[in-house]
């Protein structure tokens, strides 16, 4: 930096810069200093959550005890949290009792995503009971919306089986749409499709509930490189767990997500901001990947 003097000592530019200077030094004070460089990096890019679940129309919300009941209380809420963008899905949908419930839930989806623009990703979710017009439904969804991510699938909502032939069609068309797919399962159900589907892009929710189930998921994983582990639910709250999921499987294939409204967003990132991590993994997990797989699916973030 260079001052202008002149004959009189401080030049009045100088004088002014030094007023200036000593006005942020007591804002810094007073408010707290300047973020650091990596939460500076963090918020321009904005903490971008793989598994969010809306407060559906037709009423269906999972959170237990209903606290965030629409979707203005929804954003505002992870507005709270910090997270500043999302894929989201509908409850009616994984709810759904016949195809109009899940096309209704994949319409109000759109809707959302439409109103909140830039700031969420839709997800297309179906019950594969009526195989054709569940098919017929992901491609509506992939080609009317531009929607590249299936999922959450939770078969146990509604009872139905991922060895079965009509699934194994939802996981070939999702390989052929090169669409990303968001599968809740147990430790059997994921080793089975992460060694059946070898192609396709594969998101489990969920490091696990017991030591076990954590150590073997993350093993299931790591030797299937076309999966990944999405770190909402449980696990996470383990110290050490999240550091063993990255030396394990790299940092490439481990996603934040929340699983919000049924659980706290915030949570996954206080245990994801304080890991042993560096702050080029931690940039991967809480945003980075996600986008990826959004941009190797053909929908790139801006
Ligand atoms: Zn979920």
Known sequence: MRFDYNSAGMSYVYRRRVLRAGLVSLAHFVIGGPPPTEARAESRRGIFDAHLHIPSDNGENFQWNLVTRNMTEFVAYLDKCGVRRGVISSSWSNKAQSPEDYRNGNNEVAKYVQKYKGRFRGSCVITPFRIEEALREIERCHKEFGYVWLGEFCNYMTGYSYRTPEWSQVMKLATELKLVIQVHTNVAEMQYLAEKFPETTLVFPHLGGTRDDIFTRIAIVAKHKNTHIELSG?????????????????????????DFTINEPAGVIARVKNAFLTAEDREKILSGNVQRLLAGAGSPCP
């Open 234 to 258: 449980a696990g996470h709250e383990r110290v050490g767990i999240i550091e063993m999921a990255v030396e394990k499987i790299g940092a490439d294939r481990v996603l934040y997500g929340s």
